[in-house]
């Protein structure tokens, strides 16, 4: 069983939807952080959470929500998804330390028509 | 400009070659270095994980960062087919996680 399971895998939408992500870990990891990745712009982190009680905007929040439900647990929302948010979206989590690796899971590909 | 920059390629050599990718940066700041291997389908893994200048081995990767230039690169000895992947630099300022990364370099490595 994958470590780090996003869900779902794949899908397809309509502007102005809202559309969930969610993302579950069995490493017992404290720290999560949600990324998107774009053709030729790398991955770029969308929002991290340290513990429970803890939200943070990364580089690019606009236009997402998060919420942290459980240490496990730590969910994406698209409030009102529009096509240029179409994007592989990949959850992680980490130990708390200096820079400790962060263990991806394999992505959900979210298409905004 | 973006603050990693790096030639995503792709790059594609015979089996047994030895492989450089490099990734720029234009933050004097950045302290940690990392390398990430992302297979087809897969989310990024950690490869090589460095801190501040200097080389590490492991293997047949070799991470080297040069801090004055702001240039890090990965080296890849005999390649192998199943080196066959995109290959991502990030890095950060401090210890809280939030790394920045570069655009990544697909590799092919043929048999």
């Known amino acids: 069983d994958a470590d780090v399971t996003q869900t779902p895998r794949n899908r397809i939408t309509k502007t102005g939807k809202r559309i969930m992500l969610e993302c579950s870990q069995t490493k017992g990891h404290d720290r999560m952080y949600w990324y998107r990745q774009d053709p030729g712009l790398g991955l770029r982190l969308i929002y991290y959470?340290?513990?429970?009680?803890?939200?943070n905007k990364g580089e690019i929040s606009d236009g997402y929500s998060v919420s942290r439900q459980a240490q496990a647990k730590f969910s994406l929302s698209l409030e009102s998804a529009i096509p240029n948010q179409t994007a592989l979206y990949f959850c992680a989590t980490s130990i708390q330390g200096s820079n400790q690796p962060q263990h991806f899971g394999d992505g959900t590909r979210l298409s905004i028509l | 400009q973006k603050e990693v920059e790096q030639d995503p390629g792709p790059l594609s050599v015979p089996e047994g070659a030895i492989v450089s990718l490099n990734c720029t940066y234009s933050?004097?700041?950045?302290?940690?270095f990392m390398w990430y291997r992302q297979y087809s389908r897969k989310g990024p893994e950690l490869l090589m994980y460095t801190y501040s200048s200097g080389n590490k081995e492991d293997g047949r990767f070799t991470a080297q960062v040069d801090k004055s230039s702001k240039y890090i690169s990965l080296f890849i000895r005999d390649s192998q087919p199943s080196d066959s992947a995109t290959y991502l630099c990030?890095?950060?300022?401090?210890?809280?996680?939030?790394?920045?990364f570069g655009q990544g370099t697909t590799l092919q490595v043929k048999p």
């Open positions: 959470s340290f513990d429970v009680k803890d939200i």
């Open positions: 933050n004097s700041a950045f302290q940690y």
């Open positions: 990030a890095m950060s300022v401090d210890n809280t996680g939030k790394l920045i």
